[in-house]
Structures are given as C-alpha cells and as structure tokens.
C-alpha cells in the first residue's frame, strides 16, 4: 500500500492528521512548539500548531509576513535547517522574533510537492538552546515533513475534486439540464393506471465514472451544498409535466428529508393539483426530526398531497418513516421483490408488510418488478399497486401521456 492510500485510510480529516504527526515528531525531539506553515502570496499561514505550554504562541489559521519569518530564510537556504542556538545565526540573530518568542533551537524542514518550489515549511523549536540536536533529528524531520506533504496533497486533490463536483452541479442547475421520464404504476385489483413516477435523467458529464445515474447527481449535489437546488429544479420539471399527464393519474416525486422539511417547499407546490401529487421519502439521509415534518408537511396532506416512504425493505430507516410519519403509501424496494416467487424469506416479509399496511390504510407499491411470476405472488399477497419493467419502463413525456388509464392489458 502507498503512502497516500494508508493515509487516505487514516483517521480524521487532513489537519487532523498533520496534527497527529506534528504532535509526535515534537514530543520525539523534545520542542516547546511546532507547526506547519503554507506560503500564500507574501504570507506565512500557519495551517496546524502544536506546543508543550498551555499557551501557544503560535495560532493556528492566522498570518504573519512571510519575509519576516524564519520559513522564508529557510526555504531559501539563507538560514540552516538545524540551529542549535538561534541566537549564534547572523541572520537569525537580527530578527526580532527570535528574542521576542524567543527562539532558542530550532529545526525546519521546507515543504515540497514533487521536488518542486516550497510551499510551506514543518517547524519545530524550543524557548531555550538545545546542544543535543543531531543531523539525525532533522532527518526524522524531513520523514515527517514527507507525510505531512502526501496529506496535504491529497487534501488539496480532494478539494479540486469537491470544487469539479460543485461546479459540474451548479452548472447543471443553472442550464436546467435535467430530462424528466415517468414510470407508470399500476394497480393491481383492475391493471388501471394509477400514477407515474417522475425519474430525473442526467446529460453525460466528465468526472463521473461511465454508467452513472441520477444517484451520484443526487448524491453530488448534496456534498457540495446544492441538493436542495437540484431537487426543487428536479420537483418543478416535474411538476411541469404533469397537465399533460392522463386525467386522474397521480404523479409521484422523491425528495430528501431536507428538501421536504423546507420553507421552500409550499412555495414549489403553490398553485399545483395537490390531490394529483405523491412525495416520495427517499432513505438516503436522515430525518432530523420527524415531529418538524410532520407539522411542515401537514397542511399540504390536509389539502390533498400524498406521502410516500420510498425502498421500504432496504434498510432500517424506512421503517421508522412509515412508523412516525404515516404515510399514504408505502414503496417496497426491489431487493425484496426480486425472485420472491422463489424466496420464501423475502415472500414473508412483504406479506406482513402488506398486512401492516393494509391494517393502517396504506396502500403497498412493489418496485422492480420484472416477471410474471413476481407479479402474480404480489397479487396474492395484497400489494396493491406494481411498478416496474413488466408493466412499464421510464418513458418520456409524450408516451406516458398517451397511456390509457384504462385497465392495461397484459
């Protein structure tokens, strides 16, 4: 395993780390004080400190001029690496810091990516003279400095790959590049249909791994702050179909717990056929409180609008949906609907889910179903309602609004 795949592996975010090795490689040398300082323009920042007395003299996150620093002489070979007294270096000796800290031994390691230019330095020094330091003592400096680098480096690809997926995100949103297609759900009691499932599709993008889909958009989205945006750009397009939809037919929507939970939500529903509209609770994040949700969302169910608790079966944060939420519909996932004409566990499970729902007044939508022999044991138990690639793939727009809503033959 490299370096950067047993850091990748650590604990803890990239200060955490340098911290946890500045930490030991002070501690090892007997400093009062260490730190790791970036160059940034004509300033040193210093990104993570550490010292041996309760007050440190030097604070992590702020600043000073870089040319005034003992980092800067350093880098530039002006100063040696390892001074066993500050004070006994003609350069050191005329800067002020080195009195007024004051320095008394001091070892320094610059920072280098690759051999390149420095870009910071791994500092360690004590208040007093220390005449025991060796050239080995730096040296164990210089391995600390070279894992301080590869964490650093690999913070800095992660933040270039957080900013890529913002930005392929926000520009997303701003082109409005979302297609919408729509799965029809049908019941079983008559084969009449009964609603569609809005589905976003996404433009083919770089930075995604081939085959990607509306999951990592999704998923993207929320890391970098714009999951509420792109799902409400997600509910108005769909939203916007829904006039040309067949009369009487439901259309049903996923939203995050966030996004349900937001005052931004009656403002995307004003003026749209609640009685027409089901919102789909998606298990992909957690519900910080379900009484907020239940007093956000009980207006609009008093006027009409369904719930829906998606993948119900998949994990264990569906049921506790269903239980605190009472929705309209619960949503078996597919995991548990496939093979379950030869499964007995997962035949089991559905029907005493069924059976909870039947007892609550919930209406059972199987997800995923691909035979007719799923079909037909889903019947029998009870499910009320099937979705999936027997009765119907994701279409667009203009062929779900030519469906009949008429019993389908099959």
């Keep these: 395993m490299s370096m950067r795949s047993a850091l990748g592996n650590h604990f803890g975010s990239a200060d955490e780390q340098i ?45 000073d001029p870089l040319a005034r620093s003992f980092c800067y002489y350093v880098a530039k070979g002006l100063m040696p690496e390892l001074m066993h007294d500050a004070a006994e270096d003609p350069v050191a000796a005329q800067m002020p810091v080195t009195r007024d800290l004051p320095v008394g031994a001091h070892l320094s390691v610059p920072l280098r990516h690759d051999g390149g230019e420095p870009y910071g330095t791994l500092c360690c020094f004590s208040f007093t003279p220390d005449r025991s330091l060796t050239t080995r003592d730096l040296g164990i400096l210089r391995v600390c400095a070279d894992l301080v680098d590869a964490i650093l480096s690999t913070d800095r690809e992660a933040a270039r790959a957080h900013e890529a997926k913002r930005r392929r995100v926000a520009e997303a949103i701003e082109a409005e590049a979302i297609t919408m297609v729509f799965q029809p759900i049908y019941r079983t009691a008559d084969g009449s249909l009964a609603a569609f499932e809005a589905l976003a599709r996404f433009p083919a993008a770089p930075g995604l791994r081939p085959g990607s889909g509306p999951d990592a958009w999704f ?50 529903l004003a003026g749209a056929p609640l009685d027409r509209l089901v919102l789909e609770l998606t298990e992909h994040a957690a519900v910080p409180s379900y009484e907020a949700l239940r007093d956000g969302l009980g207006p609009l169910r008093r006027r009409g609008l369904s719930l829906a608790i998606d993948d119900v079966g ?97």
């Design 19 to 63: 911290l946890s090795v500045l930490r030991s490689v002070r501690r090892h040398l007997a400093m009062d004080v260490g730190f790791v300082s970036e160059f940034v323009a004509d300033n040193r920042i210093f990104r993570v400190s550490d010292a041996e007395t309760v007050v440190n003299p030097i604070v992590a996150g702020t600043s």
């Design 219 to 268: 998923a993207d989205a929320a890391e970098t702050g714009l999951g509420e945006a792109l799902e409400f750009l997600a509910l108005r397009q769909a939203l916007g179909a829904l006039a040309a939809l067949p009369a009487g037919v439901k259309l049903s929507v996923n939203l995050s717990p966030a996004a349900l939970a937001s005052p931004r939500l009656a403002e995307a």
């Design 314 to 410: 998949a994990g264990h944060a569906t049921l506790r949906h269903v239980l605190d939420l009472e929705p309209d519909f619960i949503k078996l996932d597919m995991s548990l609907i496939r093979a379950i004409d030869a499964q007995s566990a997962r035949r089991a499970l559905t029907e005493a889910l069924t059976g909870y729902g039947r007892r609550i007044g919930c209406e059972i939508v199987a997800e995923g179903v691909e035979t007719e022999a799923e079909y037909a044991v889903l019947r029998s138990i009870g499910v009320t309602r099937v979705q999936g690639f027997l009765t119907g793939r994701p279409m667009p727009l203009a062929a779900a609004a030519s469906l009949p809503a008429a019993a389908a033959e099959r």
